[in-house]
């Protein structure tokens, strides 16, 4: 599918200006323009689809800006995590577009951040990403504490073969040297060069690229859920804010206990739908 994007300039406001000349969608007209879509495969309804929630995109491409990367390059990305939506979404589903389409933003917004940190494209694998955060803490933690930069410790404190963290070791010098000197004569680091005020930025990122290959799975497991569970789900669990029991049961006029009972089922369903991934990890 492709769809005819507004033009992008390198000026953030011209592009803001460009989006807002789309109107958004009352639930009846997307509802409409989806199932045409759905049926028929209208372009001019996907397109109609995709631009009426562009604005949508740049408020969660904002929540990844610190991560010093373009704006406009985050935009895009999550534009194309949009068209994806589209693609796959069903209207008799029941809900929203833009309930199924936060999971695919989301999604390659993520994974573009990590291909854009080249140091991530150290490991491979998440395994791999995470020994190389990990190793390098524990290998500074030990070398604090004792004077000498100790592997093998590092790889028993963190419960893997001193084999793996050895040749993690290797790679990180046979790629960057992060340990050796600036050349400036400060005594400073090529790592330490690296460093920002961000808090635990590589453990974050770890986290993303786990969590960013889930972000698609679990947007087509919801589907599967019911119109109660995909909410309570989306409010309890995906929700940056999520609702209290009490809030939900409000909603729907039903008991708290209701709710939990509502949510535990839709979690085992989720887990259920989800565990093919994990029997091949």
Known sequence: MTATMPVVSDNMSLYFSEIKKFPILSPEEEYRYAVKFYEEKDLVSAHTLITANLRFVVKIAAEYRDYGLKMLDLIQEGNVGLMMAVKKFNPYKGFRLI?????????YIQNYVLSAWSLLKIGTTQAQRKLFFKLN???KAITNMTGEDDLQAAAI???????EANEMSQRMLGEYSLDAESGAGDGYTMLESLAD???NQEELLAEIQESGQLQEEIATALTNLNEKERYVIQQRVAADTPLTLQEIADHFR??????????????RK?????????ATA
Request: hydrophobic share 40%.
């Open 270 to 278: 989720l887990k259920t739908l989800l565990a093919p991934r994990y």
């Open 157 to 163: 404190s963190l419960d893997v073969k001193e084999s």
């Open 99 to 107: 309930s199924y389409a936060v999971w695919w933003i989301r999604a």
């Open 137 to 139: 803490q524990a290998r």
């Open 197 to 199: 005020d961000r808090q």
């Open 254 to 267: 039903i008991s708290r206990e209701r709710v939990r009972q509502i949510e535990e089922g839709a979690l």
